[in-house]
């Protein structure tokens, strides 16, 4: 028996291509799980370099272009079912309208948004949602993580409570995990902390260093490394250097999953700080590899993570509840073992990936039916 045809939209940059972020990773693990075994998999791959993000010009040419391989497709080639990942702004967009192609060839389509941002942005723009509305209308099931998506979906999409389905993150890898395991507690002196992802300003990145230089003036000593990059970075690195941070505040640039792994694995201490988020990847791989971890009460990372106990979680834009959250970590071994322990615990049962892929194969599976 020959197995469905599924094709996914999503970011799958040629290899050496520097683009990173969430959707990115979890597509790379996508292709890499069980879910190969059960569908003939096809790809359009919808990524782009987002710092500096083309001019709009050049962004309408990709998406026309992306619209144009999704139309061949549904036109020449077998495909079953569609699964189609968006971030926010004009990425919604375009896949609200790959979902209506799909929907005019009778195809089944699931839509998973993947950035937080999406909803606030809908918030905001009364034209934005009613197209939004419009278009992720039209999809067979409405991929969601957590209450807050899914009260989205119904409440502000009008999607039907029958067609929204909940899948969590599945980036807690195998080698995080085994990192987790084999972690050694309290052997780096002082503390290491750790931010990975995009240094801008709504990922908190200024509340962060503004806690850290407090830690400093009080005489509690850390260090810290920024992975990754942004339009932050240069004002990020000039306060670092105007306030003589120069030796515990680090910054190494994007670096590859392989790499990522390393500096969590030397590191004690995850920081994300962020105004806005979904169910960051960055939080789970950081407890799948049992790094106690700090974070802001946004998205639906109340609905895993209890304060106190899976991490500590503060108010977003509040630099002085992060450097409260920070001074227990740092000076407090036991309580830092406590929480990367149970947070790790948390990243085994909830978002390893082949529990979750499993989760996703099915629906689409339901989907196709």
Not at 8 to 35: D, H, N, R, T
Not at 323 to 342: G, M, V, Y
């Amino acid at each position: 028996m020959s197995k469905s045809k599924l094709l996914i939209v999503g970011a799958f940059p040629a290899e050496g291509k520097a683009i990173y972020g969430g959707i990115v990773k979890s597509c790379q693990i996508l292709l890499k799980s069980s879910i190969v075994n059960r569908f003939d998999i096809d790809i359009i791959d919808s990524s782009q370099i987002s710092n500096p993000p083309p001019k709009f010009f050049i962004r309408s040419i990709l998406a026309v272009s992306r619209l144009l391989k999704l139309m061949y497709r549904l036109i020449f080639n077998r495909i079953d079912v569609v699964l189609i990942f968006s971030s926010d702004g004009a990425s919604a967009i375009e896949k609200g309208v790959m979902v209506w192609m799909c929907h005019l060839f009778k195809l089944p389509a699931l839509i998973f948004p993947r950035a937080g941002n999406l909803i606030s942005q809908t918030s905001k723009s009364p034209l934005m949602l009613k197209l939004i509305r419009f278009l992720y209308g039209y999809s067979t099931v409405f991929l969601c993580q957590g209450s807050k998506w899914k009260e989205y979906a119904i409440n502000q999409l009008g999607i039907d409570e029958s067609k929204v389905k909940s899948v969590n993150n599945w980036t807690a890898t195998e080698k995080q995990i085994e990192t987790g395991k084999n972690r050694r507690y309290g052997l780096n002196n002082p503390p290491k902390l750790i931010f990975v992802g995009w240094l801008e300003k709504y990922k908190g990145v200024f509340e962060l260093l503004h806690a850290c230089r407090s830690l400093h003036n009080k005489g509690i000593e850390f260090h810290l490394t920024f992975v990754g990059s942004g339009d932050a970075e240069k004002s990020a690195k000039h306060f670092v250097k105007e306030n003589n941070l120069e030796k515990y505040i680090i910054f190494v640039g994007w670096a590859n999953s392989q790499a990522v792994d390393i500096f969590l694995e030397k590191s004690d201490i995850f920081v994300l700080p962020s105004w806005a988020e979904g169910l960051p990847n960055s939080m789970i791989e950081a407890m799948a590899a049992a790094l106690a971890t700090v974070v802001t009460s946004v998205g639906v990372i109340l609905d895993y993570v209890k304060d106190g106990e899976h991490a500590i979680i503060v108010p977003p834009r509040d630099a002085a509840a992060l450097e409260s959250a920070l001074t227990k970590l740092i000076l407090h071994t036991e309580l830092r073992k406590s929480i990367a322990f149970n947070g790790h615990q948390l990243a085994i049962n909830s978002f390893s990936v082949e529990r979750n892929i499993k989760r996703l194969g099915e629906i689409i599976g339901m989907a196709k039916r």
